[in-house]
T-cell receptor, first 113, second 117 residues
Framework: GDSVTQMEGPVTLSEEAFLTINCTYT??????LFWYVQYPGEGLQLLLK?????DKGSNKGFEATYRKETTSFHLEKGSVQVSDSAVYFC????????????FGQGTELSVKP | DARVTQTPRHKVTEMGQEVTMRCQPI?????VFWYRQTMMQGLELLAY????????DSGMPKDRFSAEMPDATLATLKIQPSEPRDSAVYFC???????????????FGPGTRLTVL
C-alpha cells in the first residue's frame, strides 16, 4: 500500500544551520505531497505542498521539490531559527485514497541558540 | 480566520466511563477526519466523513468507538467504555474534496488530550 518514510529524529541543529529532512514515498497513483508542522501543544498545520512532479512547494523559508524519479520530497531550509523547533510530518494523498492523508512518523527538530 | 475547533481540550476520566469529543469543522468544508496521536503509534486515522456520510472507519475499534456527524457543523467521537490504552491526543481535521478526488489541504484542530485512569 501507499506509505511515507521520513528520516528519524530527533534532529538537533544550531541556529542558522542548514536543514534537510528526508522523505520518500511509495504510491500506486499520482500523489499530492505535503509537509505539515506541529508546534508543541498544537495541532498540525500545513507548511507546504506540491501536487505534481517537479513542483516546488515553499513557505516561511522552507522548500521541498516533488521528485518523481527518486520518489522523494525532502524538506530544506537554508537557515533555521529557534522558532522552527517542532515536529515535521511528510504526507501524501492520492485520489484513490478518497482524500486520506498517509503520514510519515514525524521528525522532531530542535534548534539551539 | 476560520479554524477547526475541538472541545474539550483536556479530559481526564476513569476507566469504564463514556467520553465524547466534539469538533466543529470549518464552515463550507465537506470532509472531516478524526486522528489519534500517541508516542508509540504516531498519527493514526480513525475515521472520516464526506458530506456527513462515513467513508472509512476501518482505523477505529468498533466495539467501543463511534463517530457521527449529526449536522454539517458538528462531528463527534465517542468512546464507551473508555480504557487506559485510549489515552492519547485526538485531532479533528476538515477539508474540501470533490467526490473521487483527494482533499486539497486538511486543517487541524488543536486536539483533545484524553487521559483515562
Amino acid at each position: 500500500g501507499d506509505s511515507v518514510t521520513q528520516m528519524e529524529g530527533p534532529v538537533t541543529l544550531s541556529e542558522e544551520a542548514f536543514l534537510t529532512i528526508n522523505c520518500t514515498y511509495t504510491a500506486t497513483g499520482y500523489p499530492s505531497l505535503f509537509w505539515y508542522v506541529q508546534y508543541p501543544g498544537e495541532g498540525l498545520q500545513l507548511l507546504l505542498k506540491a501536487t505534481k512532479a517537479d513542483d516546488k512547494g515553499s513557505n516561511k523559508g522552507f522548500e521541498a521539490t516533488y521528485r518523481k524519479e527518486t520518489t522523494s520530497f525532502h524538506l530544506e531550509k537554508g537557515s533555521v531559527q529557534v522558532s522552527d523547533s517542532a515536529v515535521y510530518f511528510c504526507a501524501l494523498s492520492t485520489d484513490n485514497q478518497g482524500g486520506k492523508l498517509i503520514f510519515g512518523q514525524g521528525t522532531e527538530l530542535s534548534v539551539k541558540p | 480566520d476560520a479554524r477547526v475547533t475541538q472541545t474539550p481540550r483536556h479530559k481526564v476520566t476513569e476507566m469504564g466511563q463514556e467520553v465524547t469529543m466534539r469538533c466543529q469543522p470549518i464552515l463550507g468544508h465537506n470532509t472531516v477526519f478524526w486522528y489519534r496521536q500517541t508516542m508509540m503509534q504516531g498519527l493514526e486515522l480513525l475515521a472520516y466523513f464526506r458530506n456527513r456520510a462515513p467513508l472509512d472507519d476501518s482505523g477505529m475499534p468498533k466495539d467501543r468507538f463511534s463517530a457521527e456527524m449529526p449536522d454539517a457543523t458538528l462531528a463527534t467521537l465517542k468512546i464507551q467504555p473508555s480504557e487506559p490504552r485510549d489515552s492519547a491526543v485526538y485531532f479533528c481535521a476538515s477539508g474540501w474534496a470533490i467526490s473521487g478526488k483527494s482533499t486539497d489541504t486538511q486543517y487541524f484542530g488543536p486536539g483533545t488530550r484524553l487521559t483515562v485512569l
